[in-house]
């Protein structure tokens, strides 16, 4: 089973040049590029952490809805583009 | 600017296509939910088509002929017998039909697993909304297909329903994960939440909770709740779980607990 990530064409030649480059798949080096992400955002990380917590302790369902959507316009704006520009999903 | 794809693995185990059997059946918010999917109602089609309001929820609209031919048909599979045409178009438009005068339209859209109904008008020459001509028009005009407001609804749907399932759930695959000896795998919420792995080794002095999920499949924001809910305090990355290496697209974090954090 697969899932397709969209990313910038010079991105994703370089990345296949560095994986080939060190033998490995793309997607391996950019699972290991997420982790070293998340490893050099740990303040970031930290933060929106103790907020998911404090909203889990103190806040009300919609409050910790609004924390969880977040992202939905942005997701939705890639959703809605892709659908439109006819992308089919290679599964 | 141009992109490219990369295709990364995940594993099958991890997700579980299937929505739980609790929710199959019911609606949630715009949302009716099936085994593998879920359907919904354009805004524009709610409004302009179905006479209802564009946020109206699905059990609002549940009596409507063609909702009801939408549930019947499209809750075993995605598509139907034949395509609107001559619509071209992608996905594939597909026409559902209930007796002999209603008809409606729908596409699938499997990145999100979601049916949805774009347009309803009736199968009769010379009706301002027969069918076909005014699909074509919709099609023409490019307000057949879903837009940006119709997925806000549904992810703002999705993210409601895995906010009130985080609460009651991950307190509960706590206790199943550290009584399972290795990896717990799960889902929170769902198919409409996160499916994670989780695995608890036990020390004489301390207890390590960790949790991995794909970072293609959930966001951030339900990852880091996710991780709240089952503990609130201090996760690192870490490369890999206690009894197996990472997958490609897999991130995991870990939480070391007194005992008297336990």
């Known amino acids: 089973m697969t899932t397709v990530v969209r990313i910038p064409e010079e991105t994703h030649e370089e990345v296949a040049r560095i994986a080939a480059f060190r033998g490995e798949q793309p997607g391996h080096l950019i699972a290991e590029a997420w982790r070293e992400y998340i490893a050099n955002h740990r303040a970031e990380f930290a933060a929106d952490l103790e907020q998911a917590a404090k909203l889990l302790r103190d806040g009300t369902l919609e409050e910790l809805t609004a924390f969880v959507n977040r992202s939905v316009p942005a997701r939705a704006k890639r959703a809605a583009a892709r659908l439109a520009n006819g992308t089919e999903d290679p599964e | ?262």
């Open chain 2, 1 to 262: 600017m141009a992109t490219a794809e990369t295709v990364l693995c995940r594993s099958r185990m991890v997700r579980s296509m299937d929505r739980p059997e609790s929710l199959v059946g019911h609606t949630v918010g715009g949302n009716y939910v099936c085994k593998g999917w879920e359907l919904r109602v354009t805004k524009r089609c709610l409004e302009d088509d179905l006479n209802a309001d564009d946020d109206a929820p699905f059990d609002s609209i549940l009596g409507l002929h063609v909702v009801k031919a939408f549930v019947k048909d499209r809750q075993g599979v995605t598509y139907g017998t034949r395509q609107v045409s001559p619509i071209e178009c992608r996905p594939e438009v597909w026409v559902l039909a209930q007796g002999d005068r209603h008809r409606g339209a729908t596409i699938y859209d499997p990145e999100q697993e979601i049916v949805w109904l774009i347009a309803y008008g009736k199968h009769e020459s010379g009706s301002p909304k027969e069918f076909f001509p005014y699909c074509k028009g919709l099609a023409k005009k490019g307000t057949l297909l879903p837009t940006e407001e119709d997925y806000e609804g549904l992810l703002a749907d999705r993210g409601g329903h895995f906010a009130e399932a985080v609460r009651i759930e991950a307190p509960m695959l706590l206790l199943v994960a550290s009584r399972t000896e290795g990896e717990h795998r799960c889902t929170v919420g769902g198919s409409l939440g996160a499916g994670l792995c989780v695995e608890v080794s036990t020390a004489p002095d301390a207890t390590a909770i960790t949790v991995a999920f794909f970072a293609t499949e959930v966001e951030w924001e339900q990852g880091l709740t996710l991780l709240a809910a089952i503990n609130p305090g201090k996760w690192d990355p870490v490369p890999r779980m206690p009894s197996r290496d990472l997958e490609d697209g897999e991130v995991a974090f870990t939480i070391m607990l007194e005992k008297e954090e336990l």
